[in-house]
């Protein structure tokens, strides 16, 4: 079993910052890419950032210049800095883990967190 949780999410007025988090646990062999994605009401689903295991990462064009993904590969956890906020970022962020486990080390499987909710308002 592996899980992701998520934390940090939360009401911020714009031009505020949060950060949010990602842990992975459970019966893991190795983290390929991980990243975070966003849903707002009526929208599909769309990427925000991703990074890869070596450290590169990409961005959406939207949030470029506002928002940094890291991670801690020793610890399996993933964050997202976000700067400078704005009204349209309010989302659903969930985190996302391409996940290689002990029992099926042959194969990566797509994980996802329950999300957490952001929200850029006055």
């Known amino acids: 079993q592996v899980q992701l949780v998520e934390s940090g999410g939360g009401l911020v007025q714009p031009g505020g910052s949060l950060r949010l988090s990602c842990a992975a646990s459970?019966?893991?062999?190795?983290?390929?890419?991980m990243g975070w994605y966003r849903q707002a009401p009526g929208n599909e689903r769309e990427l925000v950032a991703a990074i890869t295991s070596g450290g590169s990462a990409n961005y959406a064009d939207s949030v470029k210049g506002r928002f940094a993904i890291s991670r801690d590969n020793a610890k399996n956890t993933v964050s997202l800095q976000m700067n400078s906020l704005k009204p349209e970022d309010t989302a659903v962020y969930y985190c996302n883990a391409e996940i290689v486990t002990k029992s099926s080390w042959w194969r990566q499987t797509n994980y996802w967190g329950q999300g957490t909710q952001v929200t850029v308002s006055s």
């Open positions: 459970g019966s893991i062999f190795s983290i390929n890419t």
